[in-house]
């Protein structure tokens, strides 16, 4: 294989150098920019030159810690607490702030706590942002690519139908994903609020027995009614990707499999669904990589509010860079996000291959 | 193919126009207000006149949407690719200037003697910038609802008192005559927040960063002045005065007008569409004092000479031409701006002395005060923007300061203190 790709087949070469080109160019050379600018202090603005700060960068993102914290006791030693008798607590930023007994905390913020015993044990961090963000990605990611893909996989199914008008379904289920997302983002803001088009339909349907929540103003809706969203925008997308996959099997399989009796579920089983390994593996790759780009719907819709609840990491690494002008944490995120996705990937090539 | 007269003629025009122009010299401008039929006809207007008026420089216009301006910006700037004559919005250009992207403005100081003090560009002791409007925010309230909710109509010289503001917006609230007592624009992001919300702030006794240096933000945004502040910017959400950050960008723009809110916290350029939409017992009131007195944001888009230019004398000069009483009065007609000299004030229907809109040429003259002047200010802005946010969403007030506070001192470290 190798001796074939460096020796002859020029004409090859000459066809795939326009792909590698703009790749080299628009991908490779920024990410090799990316990590080289996030060892540096470099600014957006600035006119302080460039210097060489290490991995500064990464340890201010991703420096972490537990601070145990002992409650209160008065001057007995017995435990102060409040009137449900849980213990008082000194605040955080009695220990992180100003504190030179406690250097190695300064500055950390509170991301959460627990408690063992009357103690708590509290998880601090530099950047509690960033930590938020990486869960909020994680967290959006473990939903949607199953959801997302399962749903347009059934789509799928319903229109590999012989039917008539059944271009008009294919049409309705892609539209979402021709309308810029960004106009999508706009619509659904309408549609969420709190004395908005959903509200108003739940209240109709429950004979106005139920109030609504403010989905994406508050902390516990606003992360999930981004993923139905998102979910419901590219679901289309996907589904066009199974069809085609649907397509490529042979109909004389399923012939074969009706003469032999089969139900529909073991024509499923047995049939379509081999016959679709490579487009799962496709579409689930797709879809993580997607997924982990949310950004659009963040930006429109709620800011990475309310309370850091829908922060992402795209989100915080645009946010950095160029809101904040800090180009260098903007690509320190940047990294670390490419390292995550790569072997993401790379886990899901492994899980996937070929038996 | 055979040219027709009139395309020969076009032709001939054309090449005749070429090279009058090459005799002058060329000055590019950029502007941010892309889409605006009106603002774009003045700022157009005012190039051709300019043009027409003298023989040495020929100005060529190009517009950007505002969302993307300040971008272009940089990355002309990043390019070496500046044109001649920018403009710039008022606190972010210390940032610029600071960055080497303008220089100093040469224009007659006499020009400018009686412009507004908000619409000054200073940095480092020069003139970088100057407006030919400014801005200013008021508190909309309907006549007949103080009436209503017999509350003495607060002036100038003796505007409310934080406890008296707060009356108010219990009265309204009890009342029922409104879904929230204040509208304060949460719908809106990005400069809003700084702009509006940190006369506030101010007025508590804190601001973002210790003018005295600008080199911290430690006891000026989290000191006790600034932690009531938080706290009593946290109990108009939690107690539902006022609608939080997921309001409708709708209601905010016609919420005042239907009724759905008492009071409004909004800007000049909302004026207009209020009265036009039927409100004609509107006052504009002047910001409640919470005891360190009452100042209300300053400085709009001005303009300035990029230090890239080749032919500064001329933007000067066309700096100068438009600052000309008439185009000031043209922007305010157009586009509800706030003119920035009496002189043009005067000549405008609705700034002129007795009307409808004066009251906010006096807000803008007696109460502006300008964002904190330092390149840093483009950062602070934001992370002002996202405690201000979060403090309303809940989150612990002191904590959500001192978080702010550290990012701003880290960011003033890692740039050298930005040249104070």
Partial sequence: MASKLTTSNRAGWAFALPGFGLLTLFIVVPFFFAF?????????????????????????????????????????????????????????????????????YAGMREWFRWHSGDDAKVVVATDVVFWKSLRNTLMFVLVVAPVQGGLALVLALLINQKLRGINIYRAIYFMPVVVSIVVVSLLWRFIYAEDGLLNSILSAFSFGMFEGPDWLGNEDTALGAIKAMSIWQAVGFHMVIWLSGLQTISPTLYEASSVEGASKWQTFRYVTWPGLRNTAVLVLIVITMQAFALFAQIDVMTNGGPLDSTTTVVFQAVERGYGKQDISGGSAISVILFLLVLSISLIQRYLTRER | MKLTPTIAGALVASTGLVSAAAAQTELSMWYHGAGGEVEGAIIRQIVDDFNASQSDYAVTLESFPQESYNDSIVAAALAGNLPDIIDVDGPVMPNWAWAGYMQPLSIDESLIEDFLPGTKGVWDGQLYSIGLWDAAVALYARQSTLDALGLRTPTLEEPWSGDEFMAALDAAKASDACEYALDLGMAWTGEWYPYAFSPFLQSFGGDIVDRSTYQTAEGALNGDEALAFGDWWQSLFTERYAEGTSQDPASRDTGFIDGKYCFSWNGNWAAVATLDGGVDDVQFLPAPDFGGGNTIGAASWQFGVSATSDAPEGANAFIEFALQDKYLAAFTDGIGLIPSTPSAAAMTETYKEGGPLNVFFELSNQQALVRPVSPGYVVAAKVFEKALADIANGADVADTLDAAVDEINTDIERNGGYGH
């Fill in chain 1, 36 to 104: 080289f600018l996030s060892l540096t202090n470099q600014r957006l603005i600035s006119p302080n030159p460039t210097e060489f700060v290490g991995l500064d960068n990464y340890r201010n993102l991703l420096s972490i810690s537990v601070l145990t914290i002992e409650p209160a006791r008065d001057d007995t030693g017995a435990v102060m607490r409040d009137e449900d008798g849980n213990p008082e607590y000194p605040r955080v930023r009695s220990f992180t702030r100003n504190n030179p007994d406690y250097p190695q």
